[in-house]
């Protein structure tokens, strides 16, 4: 199992980004958070086994239909033991 922390700017908000990176999350049995940030990028933290982590953090450099991807950071993390897979809405 892996922690990784994602950074996503361009254009990754109003456009579904959290909702379609919560559904490819759940697709790869991946687990984690994703919330908009106020300097209009996305964060995302995720967790899950190396392979499927792999296919997810693929997807999320191409985002959802209407995602134009300008900076991609990532990076690793501390395990937390994420349950799920949720939209933080703060």
Same mark, same amino acid.
């Given at each position: 199992?892996?922690?990784? =922390?994602? =950074?996503?700017?361009?254009?990754?908000?109003?456009?579904?980004?959290?909702?379609?990176?919560?559904?490819?999350?759940?697709?790869?049995?991946? =687990?984690?958070?994703?919330? @908009?940030?106020?300097?209009?990028?996305?964060?995302?933290?995720?967790?899950?086994?190396?392979?499927?982590?792999? &296919?997810?953090?693929?997807?999320?450099?191409?985002?959802?239909?209407?995602? &134009?991807?300008? &900076?991609?950071?990532?990076?690793?993390?501390?395990?937390? @033991?994420?349950?799920?897979?949720?939209?933080?809405? @703060?």
């Amino acid at each position: 199992m892996e922690h990784l =922390r994602l =950074r996503i700017y361009g254009r990754v908000q109003r456009i579904g980004f959290r909702f379609q990176s919560m559904q490819t999350a759940y697709k790869y049995d991946v =687990r984690g958070m994703v919330r @908009n940030m106020e300097d209009g990028s996305v964060y995302i933290e995720a967790e899950g086994e190396h392979g499927n982590m792999e &296919k997810f953090v693929e997807w999320c450099k191409i985002g959802p239909l209407g995602a &134009k991807i300008e &900076k991609f950071l990532v990076e690793e993390g501390t395990f937390k @033991n994420y349950t799920s897979f949720d939209i933080d809405h @703060n």
